[in-house]
């Protein structure tokens, strides 16, 4: 008889699902996983001794930096962050329990929609569709994620999962993100070489870029959004990474410290304190209140560059050790969803920043997910049991 480990049985209470489905709609939700922090110490040895050389570097490096105690208290606390979506990840087990968090980014899609038409009309789905509290590029993260979720739901019923899909993909096309369009092809692919049994994923992928491309191009279709995907322009990030590098070398061993890489990324700074582009087109400017703080949610438009220009070579290492690990652990695991976010979110990392804590919930997906790859609990040689699980 075929040994049915715990993880199989696992479903997390209802109240987890709804919970869920509304930190998309509600962010803050997800600090529920700090309850779930002791969920840590069920992780294999190996596991264990990843996260606490990560940990360590993160803290370590914080002394190195130019205020010390400031980079100790904020590289404790995004530690700790990190560390309870981890073991959010661990307390859920498979990512078929992340599922719920569909439902809210598609309500996030279609107000998405709705926001753009009623307060700009068509003219603000040309300049790119928008959000009040997702950021253009968030939103058309969020729709990749949501087809993610489509397509490997397998037993959903195709009366909800096409319109679900649909809404997702214009979405996606719709918010002209360049981005997430390289998470979509490199997860997707990475999925597919591993697990190629899912070959509606790879008829879906191939079809986004055909029809992507064609439109653009051949059609010459006036739709901005579409434009802004096939373009290879870097809309400036050259010179935010000459910024992160030229920042971190005043502090190479420890960097400048957690959320104090912004007041060096000079190129961003001179276009001064924005709140979202759909509020700053209705008239909604930036709080005199907080202009100061500009300089906390700049990012350097790559992941690694800007992990260096916080915390340095030290905290880097363990970050990429972490990183690494987890993409191994993935590989391991077989699970097309996990194999997509870990490396879609990779690729996109290296345009982006979309694993830096806070976020509105994708970052913190993403850590998550590591938490479910580094996770044993259930063998993955056994393919009746995969198929049980829909994996």
Same mark, same amino acid.
């Given at each position: 008889m075929t040994r049915i480990p715990k993880a199989a049985a696992f479903s997390p209470p209802r109240w987890v699902s709804w919970l869920l489905a509304l930190i998309p709609v509600f962010p803050p939700l997800y600090l529920v996983a700090f309850s779930v922090l002791g969920k840590l110490r069920t992780l294999p040895q190996a596991a264990r001794g990843i996260l606490f050389f990560f940990a360590?570097?993160?803290? /370590?490096?914080?002394?190195?930096?130019? *205020?010390?105690? /400031?980079?100790?208290?904020?590289?404790?606390?995004?530690?700790?962050v990190i560390l309870a979506m981890i073991a959010a990840g661990?307390?859920?087990? %498979?990512? #078929?329990?992340?599922?719920?968090?569909?439902?809210? *980014?598609?309500?996030?899609? +279609?107000?998405?929609?709705?926001?753009?038409?009623?307060?700009?009309?068509?003219?603000?789905? %040309? %300049? #790119?569709?928008?959000?009040?509290?997702?950021?253009? &590029?968030? /939103?058309? /993260?969020?729709?990749?994620?949501?087809?993610?979720?489509?397509?490997?739901?397998?037993?959903?019923?195709?009366w909800w999962r096409w319109p679900a899909g649909i809404l997702a993909l214009i979405t996606f096309v719709a918010s002209g993100s360049r981005g997430p369009l390289l998470a979509l092809v490199i997860g997707s692919l990475v999925a597919l070489l591993i697990n190629n049994k899912n070959k509606l994923l790879l008829s879906f992928t191939i079809l986004v870029i055909t029809v992507t491309a064609f439109l653009a191009i051949s059609l010459n279709l006036p739709f901005k959004p579409l434009e802004r995907l096939t373009s290879d322009q870097t809309s400036g990030r050259e010179y935010?990474? *000459?910024?992160?590098?030229?920042?971190?070398?005043?502090?190479?061993?420890?960097?400048?410290?957690?959320? *104090? +890489?912004?007041a060096y990324l000079t190129y961003l700074l001179k276009e001064g304190c924005q709140l979202t582009p759909s509020l700053e087109r209705n008239g909604v400017n930036c709080p005199d209140k907080i202009k100061s703080l500009t300089s906390i949610w700049l990012i350097a438009h790559n992941a690694w560059l800007h992990w260096m220009l916080e915390s340095g070579i030290v905290g880097l290492s363990g970050f990429i050790v972490l990183m690494l690990y987890s993409a191994y652990k993935s590989i391991v695991l077989r699970?097309?969803?996990?194999?997509?976010? &870990?490396?879609?979110?990779?690729?996109?990392?290296?345009?982006?920043?979309?694993?830096?804590?806070? @976020?509105?919930?994708?970052?913190?997906?993403?850590?998550?997910? &590591?938490?479910? @790859?580094i996770y044993e609990d259930k063998p993955t040689s056994d393919v009746s049991l995969k198929r049980r699980l829909n994996v």
């Open positions: 360590a570097t993160q803290l /370590l490096a914080a002394i190195f930096t130019p *205020q010390p105690l /400031l980079s100790l208290g904020l590289a404790l606390l995004r530690t700790i661990v307390y859920l087990k %498979q990512s #078929r329990n992340l599922r719920p968090l569909l439902w809210g *980014q598609l309500l996030i899609c +279609g107000t998405a929609w709705l926001y753009t038409l009623t307060t700009q009309g068509w003219i603000g789905v %040309q %300049q #790119r569709l928008s959000h009040p509290y997702y950021y253009i &590029v968030s /939103l058309g /993260l969020i729709a990749v994620v949501a087809m993610w979720f489509v397509i490997f739901w397998k037993g959903g019923a195709a935010v990474w *000459q910024d992160a590098i030229r920042g971190w070398e005043t502090s190479p061993l420890g960097g400048v410290g957690p959320y *104090q +890489g912004g699970d097309s969803f996990v194999l997509a976010i &870990v490396f879609g979110f990779m690729a996109m990392n290296l345009v982006d920043v979309v694993v830096a804590i806070p @976020s509105p919930h994708f970052s913190e997906l993403w850590w998550a997910v &590591v938490g479910i @790859s």
